[in-house]
């Protein structure tokens, strides 16, 4: 259950002008930073070294460098945390596969110390791969819930969220409340997905296998097929089709409402939370690890401990997710969603059931 807390923190306010900031940068780390990562690793070390600059000098505490496939407002997380610690981060952006690509093909030479995804298929992808370091952190262990770090505390979850229904709420009366309700023919010509190659799409699949099986998770993604679904590579453009008429259902993640609802209150869309009755609604997170070949496995194990904890509050609200740690609050806005189940117990296992995802995808012509 991830819960609904209304009160609101001291922080409130910088933390709100970091989210206004945030809000700028549309849609997902797959969609559109393929081609911005070493240029942008350059411009980022130096737009963090002119704001310890003129903010204050800290200690030299070294530096590291993340490659991230969460990007939404991280900037001034980084920048937040040099202050704090004296650490210097440099920072590539890029989508989640590609960044897994980069360091295995770095090897042994990367100088990445940290790896963030969006994505909890991805990061176990990378952990099979052998390029994520164990670690050893009490730290880490007491604010990440243990369904949301690996068996072999080689990645953790920083935020969750919910890839949800969502429904128009001026033209749709009663949605869905389950994913195989998505499939009714009701439906038919009213759909929009993600393509099936978003990992988004691919872990919401994993998922379906996980909590139903292959031949169910194949029924249920056939049913949404044949409702021929307008197939749109944003979130952020799903809601938005969802608002303008294009399509009266879809699924997408909880977050981008979060970011639409700041720009216009009366947006109109909800949020249907499925599954409710069972397993709860399908979770995947943003997470961190330390690379195998990290030059400052310290100053990554700092980074990422703070990010678990003193800077949990600034990570999750950049970027309208849950935080992972259950005691710190969600954004004002998202806890506004209202509580819901959440199927935590599935994210572990996403990654070892990418494959068959992709296939069952493939097999029943989901584009
Ligand atoms: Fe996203």
Not at 32 to 49: G, K, L, P, S
Not at 100 to 122: C, K, S, W, Y
Not at 180 to 204: F, I, M, N
Not at 225 to 251: Q, R
């Amino acid at each position: 259950m991830i819960r609904k807390h209304p009160r609101y923190l001291l922080g409130s306010l910088l933390v709100g002008a970091l989210v206004l900031g945030a809000c700028g940068s549309d849609d997902d780390s797959s969609d559109a930073t393929t081609d911005a990562t070493a240029d942008t690793a350059t411009d980022t070390t130096e737009a963090a070294t002119d704001t310890t600059e003129a903010d204050a000098t800290p200690a030299d505490g070294g530096t590291i460098t993340v490659y991230t496939g969460r990007h939404y407002g991280i900037e001034p997380v980084f920048e937040q945390f040099t202050t704090e610690t004296g650490i210097e981060v440099r920072f590539t952006t890029g989508n989640d596969p590609e960044l897994r690509e980069r360091l295995i093909a770095e090897g042994a030479n990367t100088p990445a110390d940290v790896v963030m995804t969006a994505d909890a298929a991805n990061i176990e992808l990378s952990a099979e791969a052998g390029i994520l370091a164990s670690v050893d952190s009490a730290v880490l262990t007491e604010a990440i819930p243990e369904e949301l770090r690996s068996e072999d505390n080689d990645w953790f979850s920083l935020s969750q969220r919910a890839r949800v229904i969502i429904a128009s709420t001026e033209r749709v009366e009663n949605p869905p409340t389950t994913y195989a309700g998505v499939g009714d023919p009701e439906w038919q010509g009213k759909l929009c997905l993600r393509p099936s190659t978003h990992p988004y799409t691919q872990s919401l699949v994993a998922s379906l296998i996980i909590a139903e099986g292959p031949e169910r998770a194949t029924e249920i993604v056939q049913s949404w097929v044949d409702n021929d679904p307008l197939y749109i590579n944003s979130d952020t453009d799903i809601y938005k089709a969802v608002a303008d008429g294009e399509c009266d259902i879809a699924i997408a993640n909880t977050y981008y409402l979060g970011r639409l609802l700041t720009e216009d209150p009366d947006f109109p869309v909800e949020i249907v939370w499925p599954e409710q009755d069972g397993r709860g609604a399908h979770v995947n997170v943003s997470t961190a690890a330390i690379t195998a070949n990290a030059p400052n496995p310290e100053g990554a194990l700092a980074l990422i401990e703070w990010l678990a904890t003193d800077g949990q509050q600034l990570f999750a609200d950049a970027n309208f997710e849950y935080p992972a740690d259950p005691d710190v609050e969600p954004n004002e806005i998202v806890a506004g969603f209202g509580e819901f189940t959440a199927d935590l117990a599935a994210v572990r296992q996403l990654g070892a059931n990418q494959p068959a995802a992709v296939e069952i995808l493939s097999a029943t012509g989901y584009e």
